[in-house]
């Protein structure tokens, strides 16, 4: 096929970065359990930073900063 459809020329030009960070801003965070260790909840915010985040019973397994982007 030498056609793009919609979807396929979209994806085609997508482009996602994601540089793990600790102490910054950042817009990306995997949450885990204290006690089982597994990941319990991702928090993204793709167009902005995340605030503070609310630990009770977990603990932040990885932070990122993304870069969503791609060629126009």
Known sequence: MSE???LSS???RFSLKVT??????VNLVIMGDIKTQ?????LLAPL???GNVTLVDDYIMFSAG?????AR
């Open 66 to 70: 993304t870069d969503w982007g791609g």
């Open 48 to 50: 902005s930073f995340l």
């Open 10 to 12: 979209l994806i085609n």
């Open 20 to 25: 793990p960070q600790q102490g910054v801003q």
């Open 38 to 42: 597994v990941p319990t909840k991702i």
């Open 4 to 6: 793009f459809d919609r």
